[in-house]
């Protein structure tokens, strides 16, 4: 059974930076597309960025610009660089990776990150 485990958050002021980290175990991270989703209380999750298992990288718009995500082939991580924080980007943060052949999605727990002053 695939493992997610996400590690990275906390608290930053307004125009901070985090970098949310998530690894994975169990798993042949070569045929997985991977991503982060968040969520805030009343509120579907959705998606922040995405990667696919060749690479290639897609964002929500409203983080586009400020979050890069990237991941290590090596390390089986996948990382979620994000800077210019702002208040609407507190949420908790979940890592999914989509196996490319059955389609089946994985989650990881969850990190919270806050983001005020």
């Known amino acids: 059974q695939v493992q997610l485990v996400e590690s990275g958050g906390g608290w930053v002021q307004p125009g901070g930076s985090l970098r949310l980290s998530c690894a994975a175990s169990?798993?042949?991270?070569?045929?997985?597309?991977m991503a982060w989703y968040r969520q805030t209380p009343g509120k579907q999750r959705e998606l922040v960025a995405t990667?696919?298992?060749?690479?290639?990288?897609n964002y929500a718009y409203s983080v586009k610009g400020r979050f890069t995500v990237s991941r290590d082939s090596a390390k089986n991580t996948v990382d979620l660089q994000m800077n210019s924080l702002k208040p609407e980007d507190t949420a908790i943060y979940y890592c999914n990776a989509q196996n490319s052949m059955t389609l089946a999605h994985s989650w990881g727990q969850g990190t919270q990150v806050t983001v005020s002053s």
């Open positions: 990667i696919t298992f060749g690479g290639r990288t």
């Open positions: 169990r798993i042949a991270f070569s045929m997985y597309n």
